[in-house]
């Protein structure tokens, strides 16, 4: 499998070796290439575990063609569509995906 090239200006040196290869995983699955992505991918795992987000991915490629954006003017990607199905999923908890300073003061606060 050829490596797929993550464009954006920072890295996820910071982050969990482990947690950032599942996120390239998944991201791989999904298409998408951008470090903006991949750091809402690494969220999404810390926030809802590995398992829930490959069922997402999983669920997202049986829809992806016929979810269509909110204008209905296209389809969604298949990030697109994993996305709009992980707030669903998770919709008390996907605040904590779409803003990073939340999960942060989360972590900082929770025991280790």
Not at 55 to 80: F, H, I
Not at 85 to 112: E, M, V
Request: glycine share 6%; charged share 20%; net charge positive.
């Amino acid at each position: 499998m050829a490596a797929t090239q993550i464009t954006g200006k920072r890295s996820l040196q910071h982050v969990d070796p482990a947690l950032a290869e599942s996120a390239r995983i998944v991201a791989e699955e999904l298409g998408e290439t951008t470090l903006a992505v991949r750091r809402r991918i690494n969220r999404a795992i810390q926030v809802a575990g590995m398992a829930v987000v490959m069922e997402t991915v999983a669920q997202a490629k049986k829809v992806q063609g016929t979810m269509l954006v909110n204008t209905g003017s296209r389809p969604r990607t298949l990030g697109g569509c994993f996305f709009t199905l992980l707030k669903t999923r998770l919709a008390s908890t996907f605040d904590l995906i779409q803003k990073p300073q939340t999960l942060k003061s989360i972590n900082k606060d929770s025991p280790t």
